[in-house]
């Protein structure tokens, strides 16, 4: 297993394009995680995917921000019509409830940078 | 709303040095809390987790405490080294695993 694996590592759109991210978790966890990080601040929380149930969901995401989990695998999360204030850093973490400890492992991140 | 606050924001020692790193939390009902490192421009990376029910975790030269009735946390790091330079978070989990509230950081640099 090779951790929690985000593409693409950066991305630069113009403003009012649609972007699509992807990440894979760890294969045995079953919860997803998206956030997302703005320079010189922690990462704060988009939202949550059990399997594939979206189960919950930061007032952060609005309605431009959609993210799914189809068969509780792998994870997109899109964009549409992105504007300046998107631009951040976009964090994928994953979990399994089944070490008793939920920790996270977190991917390297997707840059996204709209111009 | 639990708020997760860390200090100080910014600190530079010299390499050798032991060091400790504050978090604290508003809410002490939580399950547990992780210590992450962040390269520049890069994911985070665990370092520590202590489940609520745990006084203390070590790895290496870390050593993360936690005292939940007062809601604080600290990260001490043994015989700094310039390859320990890197944003310190805290993060705490107040559900079994629905989200990690984080605070701003520590950045760390370690002078040679």
């Known amino acids: 297993d090779t951790g929690v694996s985000q593409n693409p590592r950066h991305k630069i759109t113009k403003r009012g394009q649609n972007v699509t991210f992807r990440c894979d978790p760890i294969?045995?966890?079953?919860?997803l995680y998206w956030y997302r990080q703005t320079l010189g601040q922690g990462p704060e929380f988009l939202t949550y995917?059990?399997?594939?149930?979206?189960?919950?969901k930061s007032r952060l995401l609005s309605d431009r921000f959609s993210a799914e989990r189809p068969k509780g695998s792998f994870s997109t999360l899109e964009i549409q019509r992105t504007e300046q204030g998107d631009s951040a850093m976009y964090l994928c973490?994953?979990?399994?409830?089944?070490?008793?400890?939920?920790?996270?492992?977190f991917g390297s991140g997707t840059r996204l940078t709209v111009v | 709303k639990q708020e997760v606050t860390q200090i100080p924001a910014a600190l530079s020692v010299p390499e050798g040095e032991n060091l400790v790193l504050n978090c604290s939390f508003t809410?002490?009902?939580?399950?547990?809390l992780q210590w992450f490192r962040q390269d520049p421009g890069k994911g985070l990376t665990s370092l520590l987790l202590?489940?609520?029910?745990?006084r203390e975790q070590t790895s290496g030269r870390l050593n993360a405490s936690l005292d939940k009735s007062s809601g604080r946390s600290t990260l001490y790091i043994a015989a700094s080294q310039p390859g320990d330079s890197a944003t310190y978070l805290c993060?705490?989990?107040?559900?079994?695993?629905?989200?990690?509230?984080f605070g701003t950081g520590t950045s760390l640099t370690v002078i040679p």
């Open positions: 973490a994953s979990s399994s409830p089944g070490t008793g400890d939920y920790g996270y492992t």
């Open positions: 294969s045995e966890h079953n919860r």
């Open positions: 995917f059990q399997n594939e149930a979206q189960l919950e």
């Open positions: 809410d002490s009902a939580i399950y547990n």
């Open positions: 202590i489940q609520s029910s745990q």
């Open positions: 993060a705490v989990n107040l559900n079994t695993g629905n989200q990690f509230y």
